[in-house]
């Protein structure tokens, strides 16, 4: 007899996610890390706030990854990045595979913009 593998949904409802996640609330300050909400100010339209996952490896238990892939985001954030997220998604599939292999490299070497730019306006740049 098998057990059946909890599910994704069902992890998410785990002790130890609990203990994670509010772990990194209170890294965070109680505060959203996108908006600068924070549920200790005096605000009448408390929010909720969400931990997320920045990036989800298969297999891998929710609270099992380190800090810099969790993010804390109120509620608002939250849905808003899941929707864009969606948004994205659903817009690449018009594109074929080798416009989607520019875009992919485009998005990987995004971040590397910021060292990028430290070069041009840093003191190794000649021109
Ligand atoms: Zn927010």
Redesign the pocket.
């Known amino acids: 007899m098998t057990v059946a593998k909890p599910t994704y949904y069902e992890l998410l409802r785990d002790p130890r996610w609990y203990r994670r996640r509010a772990q990194v609330i209170e890294l965070a300050g109680r505060t959203?890390q996108?908006?600068g909400?924070c549920q200790d100010d005096q605000n009448q339209d408390r929010l909720d706030l969400n931990v997320h996952h920045k990036k989800y490896f298969p297999g891998k238990a929710p609270w099992g990854y380190e800090d810099d892939l969790l993010i804390c985001?109120?509620e608002?954030?939250h849905d808003h990045r899941h929707d864009l997220i969606n948004n994205i998604r659903s817009l690449l599939g018009k594109y074929d595979k080798n416009e989607l292999l520019k875009i992919f490299a485009f998005v990987r070497d995004f971040r590397h913009d910021d060292s990028s730019h430290k070069q041009r306006h840093g003191g190794d740049f000649h021109g």
Do not use: H, M, P, S
């Open positions: 959203c996108e908006c909400y985001l109120c608002i954030c």
